[in-house]
């Protein structure tokens, strides 16, 4: 274990995952061809998916109980998958297009030209296939960079589930194979969401994705808004051919676990899953689902400014790496509030930062002295003019 220099916060200099040993100078390098921050490289190996204690282990263990109720075809389970994937498993494999811009620098951490962060578990798909497998579930930390606010996380968990059939099952219904899975799909999910929920408010959106038609995302309504919570569908039948499946159908699924976890035990901002705080942690308990998360701060946020002539390289993704580089967890919420174009052509971008603590109440100067490295930092890491 290393200390570093500045911070508070002590380095793993290795870890094991997935059986495999992994140095940190193996993910996090000075190399442009790696974007992997000290603050990921220290949530490698957290695994809260494993945790039967955390709000996400018990969200885990209550829909394995639901497959292993409804499907006398057990579904195999994997919840130790390497999170270190090569471009090939993350997007080759899934039919991810060579110009998607989830497999730019800007979206995914890159740990070199050719291997990432997986950005999602529809990453193990393929190999698992390509190993006779029919009816799996995949359960993993993934990676993304993103926005900032209460239901966006640069590490989340998801868990992939897939299954699939053979001529013989969806033959006799009358229906074509399509429609047999994208109906078996939805019955499926809906059925796990009122195992988890009882009665709640969703909706189906058609959605799109590149491995997957139909696609469908299923929103919940929480918080006075709809969220997101997965994205699914039939399975494209290039990703079976390729791995060994010729004449079947299937279905999958990608579920994002924190923002079930979060409608389930009213969890109201998703930096609380990382908390060790007792004050968080003590209140679940395994195999429990029925517990509501009662609140123990409501410090006020501190609302901060920062108004800047953006260049043509800017994006609020990078703006949000350096935010949570600086603040890591303090940091609520990054939203645009005002954006115009002079009459030179040149862009300004008004943004409002949100710092909050889920623990404890911040002090003026703590804010003003992040405020301020954020404000350097923005000017010398994204190059764009403070105004
Ligand atoms: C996917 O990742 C697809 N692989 C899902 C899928 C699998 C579709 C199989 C079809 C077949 P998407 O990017 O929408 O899709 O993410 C899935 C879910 O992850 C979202 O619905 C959301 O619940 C969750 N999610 C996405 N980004 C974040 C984030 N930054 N923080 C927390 N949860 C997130
Ligand atoms: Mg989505």
Not at 314 to 322: G, I, R
């Amino acid at each position: 274990c290393t200390r570093k220099k500045n911070g508070r916060l002590p380095v793993l200099s290795a870890l094991e995952l997935g059986g495999v040993k992994i140095a940190r100078d193996d993910v996090v390098r000075d190399d442009p061809t790696n974007n992997v921050p000290d603050s990921i490289f220290s949530k490698l190996g957290m695994q809260l998916h494993k945790r039967n204690q955390h709000p996400i282990g018990i969200l885990k263990n209550a829909i394995y109980e639901y497959f292993d109720a409804n499907y006398s075809n057990k579904f195999d389970k994997f919840d130790d998958l390497c999170p270190l994937v090569s471009v090939k498993q993350n997007f080759d494999d899934v039919l991810v297009p060579a110009d998607h811009i989830s497999r730019s620098y800007n979206d995914t951490y890159y740990v070199d030209s050719q291997t990432v962060l997986r950005c999602h578990t529809s990453a193990h798909q393929a190999e698992l296939l390509r190993d006779g497998h029919t009816h799996f579930l995949v359960t993993g930390d993934v990676y993304r960079r993103d926005s900032i606010d209460s239901t966006h996380y640069p590490v989340f968990h998801q868990m992939e589930g897939f299954r699939v059939f053979s001529p013989k099952e969806w033959e006799a219904s009358g229906l074509d194979g399509t429609s047999y899975a994208a109906d078996d799909l939805k019955k499926c999910l809906e059925g796990l969401a009122r195992h988890l929920f009882g009665a709640v408010e969703m909706r189906w959106i058609d959605a799109y994705f590149p491995f997957t038609n139909p696609s469908f995302e299923l929103e919940i309504y929480f918080q006075e808004k709809w969220m997101e919570v997965l994205g699914c569908g039939v399975t494209e039948q290039e990703i079976l051919r390729n791995n060994g499946q010729l004449d079947s159908v299937a279905w999958a699924f990608g579920l994002g676990l924190e923002r079930l976890a979060m409608v389930l035990f009213d969890i109201p901002d998703i930096r609380l899953f990382w908390s060790n705080d007792e004050r968080f942690t003590s209140q679940f308990t395994k195999g429990k689902m029925g517990i509501k998360f009662k609140p123990f701060s409501k410090f006020p946020p501190c609302f901060k400014d920062m108004s800047f002539w953006i260049n043509e390289s800017f994006t609020e993704n990078n703006l949000c790496e350096v935010v949570r580089g600086v603040a890591g967890d303090l940091a609520e919420e990054v939203q645009l509030i005002d954006n115009f174009t002079n009459k030179k052509g040149m862009t300004s971008h008004c943004y409002r930062i949100a710092y909050r603590s889920m623990e404890r109440s911040l002090t003026d100067e703590e804010i003003n002295e992040l405020q301020r490295k954020v404000r350097e930092q923005v000017e010398t890491k994204l190059n764009v003019e403070l105004r």
